[in-house]
C-alpha cells in the first residue's frame, strides 16, 4: 500500500460551504436506520443542507416510523403500486429520481443497505454524476440467491458508493478484499443500534415474559420452505403450551394466507398486524427468545440478551453467530423444533446465548457518518484503532 494512500485513509476532501445531501428511503427498516442519520446532519444546518427523499413503497409503515422518529419527507415519491414487480419497482425509482437529482445536485446521496430503493438510487445518481454513500455497506453472504435480491443490491450500490459506511470490521473487510479504495472506507458501526438507543430511552421496563417473538419475510423462503417453517411453528406451540408464541405477520400476500392456514387454531399462538417499531423494540426487550430471518432483528436482539435463531440458509450478519448470542439453524422443520427446544428445555444452553452482546455498534454511527461528510477526523467504531495509519491492519483477518 502506497504511504500516499494511507495518509488519505478516513479522510474525505472538505467543500467550503454548506453540503447538500439528499438520503432516499423507500422501506422502513431504510427509513429507521437512516432517521439516526438525518438527525445527526440537521443538528449542523451551518454544514448540511438535508433534503428527504421517500420513494413511498412502504406507506402505511412508512408513516409509522416518520411518526417515532420526527422525519418529514421534503420529498414523496408514491411509488407503492400494488403487485408490482422488482423490475417495474426499479423502473419507477430511477424515472422519479431523475428529476428532483436534476434539479438539487446534491453534493452527496445516501442510501441504506440492500433494498431495490437503494440500488436504484444509487444507480441514478451515478448517472448524474453524482457522489453516492452508502450507510451499512460490506455486507455479505457469497451467494446471489441468498438474500434474494438484497445480496446483489448490496455489491451493485457498493460498486457505485464513492463513501462507504462498513457497520463492522468484517464488512470492512469484504469492501476491501472486493477491490474498493482504502480512502473509500469508513468504520463507523451501524445506525440501527443508533436508532435502538434512541427509541430505548422512552420505553418503559418490562420484566421478561414466557414469550417467543417470530418474525419471516425473505423472498427467497416463499413458497415450500416457508410452509415447512410454519409447520415447525406449529409443532413448538404444540409442544411447548405455556409459552406465548408472537408472530407480527408480514403483510406479503405470500406470507399473511399461509400464515393463517397453517398456524390457525392454536390458543398460544398469536398472529398479529405488522408492529410499530416501538412496538417492536418493547416486545424484543420483553420476549425470552426470538426466532426470525430478519437482518435488522439480528443486530437488535443481541443488545437485550435475547437468544436468536435465525431462520435462514446463510446470513450476512455473522457476527452474533461468532458471539454466540445467535445460531444459524436454516429452514428446514426438523432442525427449526430440535434448536427451539433445546433452547427451552435446557437452562444451560438458553444461558450460553442469552448474553448482551453489540458487535454491531455502540449508538454514535451517525455521528460519525455526519464528521466523515464534513471531512473531519473520527475515531472509529471500536475505538482501538487510529484512523489513518493503522487502517491497513484492520483490514488484514
Not at 213 to 224: K, M, N, P, Q, Y
Not at 257 to 263: C, I, K, V, W
Not at 320 to 338: D, W
Amino acid at each position: 500500500m502506497k504511504a500516499a494512500d494511507v495518509e488519505r485513509a478516513h479522510q474525505v476532501p472538505p467543500r467550503q460551504g454548506r453540503l447538500r445531501v439528499a438520503v432516499v428511503y423507500g422501506t422502513r427498516p431504510e427509513a429507521i436506520k437512516m432517521a439516526p442519520v438525518v438527525r445527526a446532519l440537521r443538528r449542523r444546518p451551518d454544514r448540511f443542507q438535508v433534503t428527504v427523499c421517500a420513494t413511498g413503497q412502504h406507506r402505511e409503515l412508512l408513516e409509522q416510523v416518520h411518526g417515532l422518529f420526527g422525519l418529514r419527507p421534503d420529498v414523496d415519491l408514491d411509488l407503492m403500486r400494488p403487485g408490482q414487480t422488482l423490475n417495474e419497482l426499479a423502473a419507477h425509482t430511477l424515472l422519479a429520481l431523475d428529476r428532483p437529482l436534476r434539479e438539487l445536485r446534491p453534493d452527496w446521496l445516501l442510501v441504506q443497505g440492500d433494498t431495490t430503493t437503494a440500488a436504484s438510487a444509487a444507480l441514478a445518481a451515478f448517472h448524474l454524476r453524482l457522489r453516492v454513500g452508502h450507510v451499512e455497506a460490506g455486507l455479505r453472504t457469497g451467494d446471489l440467491q441468498q438474500p434474494f435480491p438484497e445480496e446483489a443490491n448490496r455489491r451493485i450500490v457498493d460498486s457505485l458508493a464513492e463513501a462507504l459506511f462498513a457497520p463492522t470490521i468484517r464488512a470492512a473487510r469484504q469492501l476491501s478484499r472486493a477491490g474498493c479504495r482504502l480512502d473509500q472506507i469508513f468504520l463507523t458501526g451501524n445506525t440501527g443500534i443508533d436508532a435502538l438507543h434512541w427509541v430505548c430511552g422512552d420505553l418503559p421496563e418490562e420484566p421478561a415474559a414466557d414469550e417467543v417473538l417470530v418474525t419471516l419475510h425473505r423472498r427467497e423462503s416463499f413458497g415450500r420452505p416457508l410452509r415447512g417453517m410454519f409447520s415447525a411453528l406449529r409443532q413448538l406451540a404444540q409442544r411447548f403450551p405455556g409459552w406465548q408464541w408472537i408472530f407480527p405477520v408480514h403483510p406479503n400476500p405470500e406470507i399473511a394466507p399461509a400464515a393463517r392456514e397453517l398456524l390457525r387454531g392454536l390458543p398460544n399462538f398469536h398472529i398479529c398486524q405488522p408492529l410499530s417499531y416501538r412496538e417492536l423494540v418493547g416486545r424484543l426487550r420483553r420476549a425470552r427468545m426470538v426466532l426470525t430471518d430478519s437482518g435488522g432483528i439480528q443486530e437488535e436482539a443481541p443488545a437485550f440478551g435475547k437468544p436468536v435463531l435465525v431462520l435462514r440458509d446463510a446470513t450476512e450478519r455473522p457476527e452474533a453467530v461468532e458471539a454466540g448470542v445467535a445460531r444459524l439453524v436454516g429452514t428446514a422443520p426438523r432442525r427449526i423444533v430440535a434448536e427451539t427446544s433445546r433452547l427451552l428445555t435446557d437452562a444451560l444452553a438458553y444461558d450460553q446465548m442469552a448474553r448482551t452482546a453489540n458487535p454491531y455498534g455502540d449508538g454514535h454511527a451517525a455521528e460519525r457518518i455526519a464528521s466523515i461528510l464534513a471531512g473531519e477526523p473520527f475515531v472509529p467504531f471500536g475505538g482501538v484503532l487510529a484512523q489513518d495509519a493503522l487502517l491497513p491492519a484492520l483490514l488484514v483477518p
